[in-house]
């Protein structure tokens, strides 16, 4: 069974308090979009339906409207030629005529009224259609967007990251202890004199070195010149 059953429910339907009712609230504007674009279908086949009627009473009244006149016409040449039983009858025929078409008349007129009608609850369907679709999208997108959130916020909330978290604390405190006790061996240490002497023989090995590179590059330098 369908949501509603005749144009006037979804034309005259409050979407929201269709929505603030309903415990899935995606499924029940899908199936409202559903059953709005199912009945603009019917609705615009039963119009083409009327639209037909409407022109088949058009094209009547007109050829009523040509018959009067020409029974009227008719009458009016009997009586030029002292018929007036031939003009009587004419005009019996021509009111015949008159009544077919003042029905005919009264019937456009009620097809006209139900056509406009038909047109404007059309105009507030698609107006509807287009406001459901564009709700069918924001909660689509408020749905994927909460989803993200939710599995961000679950993660973060994790007990397996807490406890990583917590490993990674413990390793930080370790290695700040480790390193501690390698600067604590050097606090408080002198160098010795087997150090100084150690240092100063390395300084005059890289004197000697420096030396002899720039004997080795000055007779170089002196041919350039």
Known sequence: M?????LSDIVNANLNALLDRAEDPAKLIRLVIQEMEDTLVEVRSGVVRVIAERRELERRIASFTRERDDWEAKATFALNRQREDLARAALVVKAQVTASLTDAQAHLAHVVEG??????DIGKLQAKLA???????SLINRRNTAQAQLKLRGKLHDARVGDALAKFETIESSLDE?????ESYDLGQTKTLADEFAALAADDQV?????ALKARLKPNNETEI
């Open 178 to 182: 480790l390193e501690g006790k390698v």
């Open 131 to 137: 406001d459901a679709k564009l709700r069918e999208r």
């Open 2 to 6: 369908t949501i509603f059953s005749r």
């Open 115 to 120: 056509l406009e009608a038909q047109s404007a």
């Open 207 to 211: 004197e000697s070195e420096l030396a």
